[in-house]
């Protein structure tokens, strides 16, 4: 996503409740979502989509009211936006960053990262996770917490976005790793950046709905599966990851607003599963579940 070209954003003010329905709406139409807000001040969230081509209104308003059966659906600010110089906000926008053990930082950073931090190298663009979305840092945080008791022979980035979660793992365990999104777009960057981090050999990034991909269903079963995706995917997904996990396997999920964690973990409990650590950053709730040895 360099220069040239006109988006569309599409944004909402919202109470924290709303977020994950509206993230739902804005995701089938939008290269990117993005959710701010602080679960401390419950009403204060802003939600927002960049789409490549103008909303068709009525489709948008359609899956509004879908979401928000009660009448009650938010009115959306749709904006044209001109086209950015992603490199240049990059500057501004993405100052290196310190999660756990990983450095992830913009292409713009030349500094040495400090001594014994995972570096990882991104550049904002169209594909989700720069690391600073509290699900995200939820993720790598744990990743970082379990580590220690992992040997994976292979890793599932399930919804890889950047590419972030499945290169954070292959930098650590240095095995290989499929990584897939429904978003062809987001399996070219993930590619990409795997050859910038010096990873690409370990990182098979492809695209499909959930485990449909034939790659995804060959590699398995996975010692390691991320999936940071939403709640309501997640759930649908429950069975397929329990499927793709070997005995004794490692589940992190995230995506997950706190409120919508405790059917997350029925859905995988269901599976077989047990919840061994979770944590919340911004609100945003991470877990980790296993599968029985
Ligand atoms: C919140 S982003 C996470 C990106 C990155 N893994 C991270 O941790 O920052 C969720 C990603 O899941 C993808 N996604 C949504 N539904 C999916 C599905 N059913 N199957 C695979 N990917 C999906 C989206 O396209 C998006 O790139």
Partial sequence: MTGGRFQWSIAFSVKMDAVPFLEACLEPVCLAVTAFGDSDTDDDWRVEGIAADEPDRAQLKAALNAAFPDGDAPTPVIDLIPPKDWLTEN???????????????????????????????????????????????????????????????????????????????????????????????????????????????????????????????????????????????????????????????????????????????TAHRRQGLRLVRHMTINGWRSLVMKKPG
Avoid: W
């Avoid at 269903?217 to 309501?232: H, S, T, V, W």
């Fill in 91 to 265: 500057l501004f926008e993405f100052p290196p960053l310190t999660v756990g053990r990983f450095f992830v930082h913009g292409s713009h950073v030349d500094d040495a990262p400090p001594l014994g931090m995972v570096p990882i190298m991104l550049d904002a663009g169209t594909a989700f996770g720069s690391g600073e979305h509290g699900s995200t840092a939820g993720c790598l945080t744990l990743l970082e917490k379990t580590a220690p008791r992992l040997k994976p022979r292979r890793v599932l980035d399930m919804g890889c976005g950047s590419g972030i979660l499945g290169i954070a793992a292959a930098k650590l365990f240095r095995c290989p790793v499929v990584a897939t999104d429904i978003d062809d777009e987001a399996a070219r960057v993930t590619a990409f950046n795997a050859d910038r981090n010096d990873v690409g050999h370990l990182v098979s990034a492809v695209s499909g709905p959930g485990y449909a991909s034939p790659v995804v269903r060959a590699a398995k079963p996975y010692d390691l599966i991320f999936e940071n995706i939403l709640a309501r995917p997640i759930r649908k997904l429950s069975k397929d990851l329990a499927r793709h996990l070997a005995p004794g396997g490692t589940a992190i999920l995230s995506g997950l607003l706190v409120r919508d964690a405790p059917l997350v973990i």
